[in-house]
């Protein structure tokens, strides 16, 4: 059995790992990519030249040369982790996480888990959205940085998070035509602007590094348009352009739609974090839709509710990387301490987390306020008539809305879940959850909250059939 086992190799992750390894534990990491360093610090493939930016981060190189030395880190990549089980031997519980990779699957027992998983982009449902052409900002920003793909020749990007300047500016200095960036909310209000300076001191690079991006952006003579939100994407069996309309501050129409063209349609509406593991072991979740959703809840060593499983980074909240390797660091630490072997420093190095968790908790903070996104304005786009919710099972809007008129006990998405299998396909609800719950919310007049969320199962994400055979005799 390992003392450690770590699920994601981004900021969390790694810093997790490393804080434990260095105390003394045998530490063990699956991720699903080729390279340490999360979606933010993503490499080329070494036939590619094994690039990686870890620009505006300097602790970044550091940090991914000490994980990928350490002695007692032993990492699969291009592996899943698919579950967390637990046999019982009497009162005994042993932890194990299944782990799927090309070569066939693995159960690893663990004396604790650390679950690290980061977060993935909100997806969003509007008429047209699942032809192809149309991808999430963050999905191009990966083609373009772990294969130097351009997935398009002539880009729209819309949506309301500033990720889409940072990506726009990489998409045009690989050589593509950016036609808009349509942002749904507003410039900046002073308010925002004074609360964004005062939580700058320590994060100048960051702040630096977004408006060097935008300003090139700008500078390029690309066309930037505020209050104006995409209702629909254009064209055949690939998209041609995309539908933009006018919208009041709270992101309702008000204006005729325009229609502009391109050969990729790109959304960025934030971030949602990845909780199935964390779900599906049962750690306790709470809503907070600043920090992108449903969150996991942890005390202040970020144990979660469930036994020996620790949860670091993204998953307890969309804060960036500063936060989440300050997260993992503090996981890592009373994880060893748990299990008795603090460091001799393990007070200073504790403090010191802490204090980068604080600094970069305010500056956060202000990112998360500003750029929350109007998610009953986005459950909206998906009214007409024949979208698709869940692009897994074909659900549309209409079906899902038959059979909350006919059946009014379905008060939450996970009922509709059972009624319609809306979140039953390969991708388990990460695409539709969030439509599914404010379509729910919007029918029976409740908070998004309240409709809940979709319970994750074992696989959490799509394994061979093979995977299975490893399983044996785990209880649950
Ligand atoms: C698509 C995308 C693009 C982004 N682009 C930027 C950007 O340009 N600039 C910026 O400042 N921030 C960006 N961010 C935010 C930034 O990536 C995060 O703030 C930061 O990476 C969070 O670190 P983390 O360790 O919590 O998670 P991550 O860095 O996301 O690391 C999580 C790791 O877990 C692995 N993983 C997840 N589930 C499993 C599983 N079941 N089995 C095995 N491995 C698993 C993933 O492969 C990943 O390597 C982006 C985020 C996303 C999702």
Known sequence: MVDLVVIGAGPAGMAGALAAAECGLEVVVVDEQAAAGGQIFRRTPESFGGSRATRPYRWAPDLIARFDAHPNIRVLYRSTAFGIMRDREGSAVRLNVGVSAATGGELIPAKRILIATGSYDLPVAFPGWTKPGVMTVGAAQTLLKSQKVLAGRRVILAGSHPLLLIAADQLLQAGAEITEIAFARGLPRASEMGAALSAAPGHFEIFAEAGRAAARVVSRGVKVTTRTIVTAATGGAAV???????????????????????????????????????????????????????????????????????????????????????????????????????????????????????????????????????????????????????????????????????????????????????????????????????????????????????????????????????LGSTSD
């Open 240 to 470: 041609t352009g995309a539908r933009l309309t006018q919208v009041d501050p709270a992101w309702h129409r008000v204006g005729p739609e325009r229609e502009v063209s391109g050969d990729l349609l790109l959304l960025g509406y934030g971030f949602s974090p990845a909780t199935d593991l964390a779900r599906q072991a049962g750690c306790e979740m709470r809503w907070n839709s600043r920090l992108g959703g449903w969150t996991v809840v942890t005390d202040e060593r970020f144990a979660s509710t469930a036994a020996d499983i620790f949860v670091a980074g993204e998953p307890t909240g969309v804060a960036g990387a500063e936060q989440s390797r300050a997260e993992g660091r503090i996981a890592g630490l009373h994880i060893a301490e748990s299990l008795g072997s603090s460091a001799s420093d393990h007070p200073r190095l504790l403090r010191r987390a802490h204090r980068a968790l604080s600094s970069s908790g305010r500056f956060s903070a202000v990112v998360q306020a500003m750029f929350e996104p109007n998610r009953e304005a986005l459950g909206h786009l998906s009214d007409p008539e024949g979208t698709t919710v869940c692009r897994c099972e074909l659900v549309d809007s209409g079906s899902l809305d038959t059979a909350l008129r006919a059946n009014p006990f379905i008060s939450t998405a996970n009922a509709a879940k059972l009624e319609c299998r809306s979140g039953m396909g390969p991708c388990q609800g990460r695409y539709c959850e969030g439509t599914v719950a404010t379509r729910v919310a919007a029918a029976r007049g409740i908070a998004v909250a309240d409709a809940g969320y979709f319970t994750a199962h074992v696989p959490v994400k799509p394994v061979p059939l093979s995977t299975y055979r490893m």
